[in-house]
């Protein structure tokens, strides 16, 4: 049966004329963005986002049995990009580059286990070549020919071209002929040229960023996009950032899933500045981006959350607030743990179900192109934790009076 929406359902009165064009399924425009980012009127946001996403996905949520490889820490962009936690510089305490047999070696974790996606990113080395990325993805092929690649940002082939002395075009057909299926959707943070000059002085800029996107849509390489919210960027800046995501989909159809990223505070030079160290975005938040991303992003036909960053609770929540995609098994998440994250670094297959199944919705897993793979629905509940040693209990003395 279609979603049907109740408009007095909207306690705000702002929200009635939105709810009104999302109903006809007409696009909303930066004065409706703004209108969603002041109001207060959270479950009637969720209401409008909720009902926008049933129209699209029904009740399924996606979710992907994936593992997370960074292959280097080191990041030439370490003291400009001031929000990461994650990069190093060549000599600094921690920085690591991985041999190719070190990747494979971590990758060996998939045999036997699920395993559908190698999402692969990582810092600008100066010295990576690209040779050793079509190295590691062709490896990668040989010793797990059903997995998928979703490898490298924008940001890390705009570099890779520059070092190569290449075009963008050339590096990304290589990676295809290496075995890449897409392209994850981080390095975009914010498109605003002053919120970049304030967090990422010296990232490419969001044109750039959307170029090498439009360019991968164009070799038939699908992608994902992002935005990085909750640090100095205003609610202008998101919707800005949020058009320029449309527009392109409008022209090439190439973005696959939306994934709002909250910004972590921890261990950053960016959260001591503003005094925010241990203090991430709110709940409020997180629901209202993912909301708002769904409702915006009228053409992009999923909306992620990413489960290590605003926590599996939340995230449960937000697949009543216009998400249907879950971000996978992950093992192992490192770029939001460096920033101060609490969150477990992988969740197991039936875990990730059962989140999805006690949220009342229908859990499908998926390739990194969005082909359904099979419903987990009736898939049993995880094994309930080892039982823990008994301990000991003293039961107070009772003493007669
Ligand atoms: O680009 C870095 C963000 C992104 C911090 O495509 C931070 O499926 C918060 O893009 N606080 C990388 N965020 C992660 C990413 C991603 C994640 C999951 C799925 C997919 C996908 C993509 O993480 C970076 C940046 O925007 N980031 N540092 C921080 N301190």
Known sequence: MPPTLDLALLRDPALRPIGEKVTLGQRLDHADGLALYATNDLLGL??????????????????????HLNPTNVCVLRATCTFCSFARTPKEEGAYT??????????????GAPTTEFHIVGGLHPKLRLEYYTDMLRGLKERHPTVHIKALTAVEIAHLARIEKISEREVLAALKDAGLTSLPGGGAEVFSTAVR?????????????????RTAHQ??????????YGHVETADDRLQHL?????????????????????????????????RVGTATSGFEDLKNI????????????????????????????????????????????????????????????????????????PVERNSLYEALRDASDDAPPAPPAPAEPRKRSLPVVHAA
């Open 243 to 275: 058009a320029m995501l449309r527009e392109l989909q409008d022209e090439t159809g190439g973005f696959l899933t939306y994934i709002p990223l909250a910004y972590h505070p921890d261990h950053n030079e960016l959260g001591e500045e503003l005094g």
């Open 291 to 362: 909301a708002i991303g769904r409702l915006f992003l009228d053409n992009i036909p999923h909306v992620k959350t990413h489960w290590p960053m605003v926590t599996p609770a939340l995230s449960q929540i937000a697949l009543s607030f216009g998400c249907d995609d879950v971000e996978g098994t992950v093992v192992f998440e490192r770029v939001y743990h460096e920033a101060g994250a609490s969150t477990d670094m992988a969740m197991s297959y039936p875990q990730l179900v059962t989140l999805i199944r006690d949220a009342g919705r229908r």
């Open 219 to 228: 070799l038939g390489i699908p992608t994902n996009c992002t935005m990085l």
């Open 197 to 213: 000059a304030t967090i990422a002085e010296r990232k490419l800029t969001g044109e750039e960023w959307i170029r090498v996107h």
């Open 98 to 111: 991985r041999s190719l047999d070190e990747v494979y070696a971590e990758a060996e974790q998939a045999r």
């Open 46 to 67: 969720g209401t409008l986002a909720d009902f926008a996403n049933r129209r699209q996905n029904g009740d399924r949520v996606f979710f992907s049995a994936n593992q």
